[in-house]
């Protein structure tokens, strides 16, 4: 509604505006106004909800995060990295969700590893935690171990002796036992692992430890079974893998590919475990440089 007012300086009638009355025009402006208001109130739930599902999705699908809390992989993987895992390589399955929801009734998109892949898997019989190790045996090889040299199909694996692995003491890491303690020349303390380089038949080769022999150097020739794979942890001697029978805790015995969750790709973090979360500084102290950014 508009009101007229009367210029000093003219004599005709000056169009202009007032502030409206209750129900007038100007009220659905006001409404509005509520109205954007109440969408911005819900538009954070709506956001959360959103990027949880994001989350999800990328965890599920892509990449996902996962932590080292052992030594059964040295020297690759050391207690305290911290690694991304694709989960597309080997197809997904119920373990690939959150929680392993049981919204997949079997693995789709389904492959299967190389010998020599790193590999996050839940760990048989419980099914429920997961673990990482080294991918052996395929379907249908033999192994076996035979005074501590790995054989496939009744051939040994190519095993070289290198240079000690060397590992400081840290709060993530301590000697097996005194045998393999070491003080460096300025006066730090480490580990010396007596190191191997061991080679694949078809040419892939990594690192493994032999602390010396142990029961589980020889072992009788088992094939694997076809849908299963044949792990183990590059530590020989600190690794409770495929050699072992499943029993909750300990060994895991052949392991099914539906269990696979995701293949080790990178390491994005690794801390020696002397951080603070009370002292910021000590986040950066207690890194471990040299180790991030390592590919498999």
């Not at 597309?88 to 789709?108: C, H, M, N």
């Not at 898997?121 to 099914?127: E, I, L, R, T």
């Not at 076809?226 to 060994?251: K, Q, T």
């Amino acid at each position: 509604m508009t009101a007229t007012m009367t210029s000093p300086d003219d004599n005709g009638p000056v169009e202009g505006t007032s502030a409206p009355a209750p129900g007038q025009p100007g009220e659905p402006n006001m409404a509005r106004t509520r109205v954007k208001k109440e969408k911005k109130e819900d538009s954070f739930p709506v956001f959360l909800i959103k990027l949880v599902l994001i989350v999800a999705i990328f965890r599920s699908f892509i990449f996902s995060p996962f932590n080292i809390p052992s030594e059964s992989m040295l020297p690759r993987l050391e207690n305290g990295d911290y690694l991304l895992a694709a989960k597309w390589p080997f197809g997904y399955s119920k373990y690939s969700l959150p929680f392993s929801a049981p919204l997949l009734p079997s693995r789709i998109l389904a492959g299967q590893p190389a010998r020599g892949d790193v590999v996050i898997f839940k760990a048989p019989p419980g099914n429920d935690v997961d673990y990482i190790k080294r991918v052996i045996g395929l379907p249908g090889d033999t192994i076996q171990m035979i005074g501590g040299v790995l054989h496939i199909n009744g051939k040994p694996v190519k095993k070289e002796r290198i240079a000690d692995f060397v590992i400081p003491v840290s709060a993530n890491t301590n000697c097996v036992a005194p045998e393999f303690e070491a003080t460096e020349k300025d006066g730090t303390a480490s580990c010396h692992y007596p190191q191997f380089r061991e080679t694949l038949p078809e040419g892939r080769s990594y690192n493994v430890l032999d602390l010396g022999y142990r029961p589980q150097d020889d072992t009788p020739p088992v094939m694997v079974p076809e849908g299963d794979i044949f792990l183990m942890g590059d530590n020989r001697d600190n690794s409770m893998d495929s050699r072992f029978p499943a029993v909750e805790g300990a060994g895991i015995g052949m392991v099914p590919q539906d269990n696979l969750v995701g293949r080790a790709t990178i390491v994005m973090w690794s801390t020696d475990g002397s951080a603070n979360w009370f002292l910021p500084w000590t986040w950066f102290t207690a890194a471990r440089w040299n180790r991030i950014g390592g590919t498999f």
